[in-house]
């Protein structure tokens, strides 16, 4: 018979996508955010890249910055890499640990959502997934007593997103961010998209910016219909384009984006034989 579950969520990307060590984590957050700009009034929800911090965490910085340091609450939306399920998957643990510390998991907004059609519990999916993790370092050095409400989602099914919407747009108000983390464009043969072949930088990088500005202009336009368009006529590999029609669909009236920051992993290593690109959008209410 199985054991009780634990209640605190550990690292497994410490050492690996980010530092083990305290303070050099924390050096490295610091300077993330304090390059990321200013805060922005207004903001309600965020969507950030979630590669190695080497690769996309400041572009991802730029979001968060963008939030402030008054973020008393982040729900998080992440796709699931690594597991097959429909809807969305709440973490029914208590916190979840970075060197940091522990981020601690609003347990009544957890109860709220679990409620909610197509939310279950479900620790499992939670076990190798990356995306969720590595925004978290960035929020504890960005607001170190904000609370995390941690949702993966799965495969949806047509009308699925507007089911899930309502449930997270009742979480939002004064102190609350949400958040989709999600890298754009996945280009090259590992990841099985080579809308153009591989002949030289300046061509990958020319298509993938065609591909991901189409998706970018209709996130920052708020339009879920056209994104999701957008994918389904492109073939377009991103990755967290559940959780970024999820957030779309969830924002209240009147939101606008805005784009804060773009960026490829090709301008890193140079390898355009393989790419993925990174972008930071933020969505604010008007004073």
Request: with cysteine.
């Amino acid at each position: 018979m199985a054991g009780p579950l634990p209640s605190i969520k550990e690292s497994h990307l410490a050492g690996r996508w980010y530092p083990a060590d305290r303070q050099a984590l924390d050096r490295i957050v610091r300077e993330l955010l304090d390059a990321g700009g200013a805060p922005q009034p207004g903001v309600v929800a965020v969507v950030v890249p979630h590669a190695a911090y080497q690769y996309s965490g400041p572009t991802a910085a730029r979001g968060f910055a963008a939030a402030g340091a008054g973020v008393r609450r982040a729900v998080v939306l992440g796709p699931s890499h690594f597991a097959d399920f429909r809807g969305a998957a709440l973490l029914p643990m208590s916190g979840y640990r970075t060197p940091l510390g522990v981020v601690p998991i609003d347990a009544e907004a957890a109860a709220a959502l679990a409620r909610a059609p197509l939310v279950r519990p479900n620790p499992a999916v939670f076990m190798r997934e990356h995306a969720l993790e590595i925004q978290l370092p960035l929020l504890q050095g960005l607001a170190p007593e904000c609370a995390l409400v941690p949702l993966l989602v799965g495969a949806l099914e047509p009308g699925d997103a507007v089911a899930l919407a309502p449930a997270l747009r009742s979480l939002l108000g004064p102190g609350t961010l949400l958040v989709a983390s999600s890298d754009l464009v996945h280009y090259g043969r590992r990841f099985d998209y080579l809308p153009v072949p591989p002949t030289d930088a300046r061509t990958v990088a020319a298509a993938v910016r065609r591909l991901d500005e189409g998706a970018l202009e209709r996130i920052v336009a708020c339009d879920a219909d056209g994104f999701v368009a957008w994918v389904e006529e492109t073939g377009a590999t991103i990755c967290g384009r559940h959780p970024i029609e999820v957030l779309l669909r969830a924002l209240p009236a009147g939101a606008r984006g805005e784009r804060l920051a773009y960026t490829t992993s090709l301008e890193v290593t140079g390898d355009y034989e393989q790419s993925v690109s990174y972008a930071a959008v933020a969505f604010a209410l008007a004073a």
